[in-house]
């Protein structure tokens, strides 16, 4: 397929469907591919959008999530050792995390690692506790592209997520406990300062 220059374009309305709800403006749109044309102004004009949903419209922010009860406890030891921090404010931490290191290399070997690990198996065979967590614009445009690319719902890409960072933390392999103390904790520890 040939790559498309946009050089035939037409200004439109256009609807960008997110989070339920569409962003509605007037952009510019190819008529040779379809493409609707996104720059600078557009970008800050999504952002105010969003800014704006978020403050009137919350709900659209929280995400229900199921995490065995197993998982939980891991949790609950997490909010101990950091005074004053809510379950929710680690989920999410856990969350920015993940999406942060998950094109590293070197994490990605990790994870797979504990993907086949016992950790990681003994929470898919659980039964799961489902909560609400409410996250804020910034990362839930994150989740929503890397789940759109994963072919995964929101939720269960948080889910996941989630699990495979809790793992690392319970897992007694010298390596994997390596990675958790070296790379993990200190990103935990600077995003529930902010928290």
Known sequence: MKNCEHLNTKKKRINYPFLGTDF?????????????LWNKEREKAFNNWLVKLYK???YRFQMQIGLPESSLACV?????????????????????IYIELMNDGRFKQIIRKV???????????TKKERFKVLFRPLIIIDIQSISE????????FVEESILKILSLFIEKDPMLKEFWEKEIKSKLETILKAA
């Open 24 to 36: 509605s403006y007037n952009g510019l749109v190819c008529l040779d591919c379809g493409a609707s």
């Open 56 to 58: 009137q419209e919350q």
């Open 76 to 96: 609950e030891e997490l909010s101990r050792r950091y005074f004053g921090v809510t379950k929710a404010a680690i989920l999410k931490a856990l969350t920015v």
């Open 115 to 125: 993907t086949d690990g016992e950790v990681y198996q003994s929470f898919q065979d």
């Open 149 to 156: 690319l994963t072919n995964r719902t929101p939720s269960k």
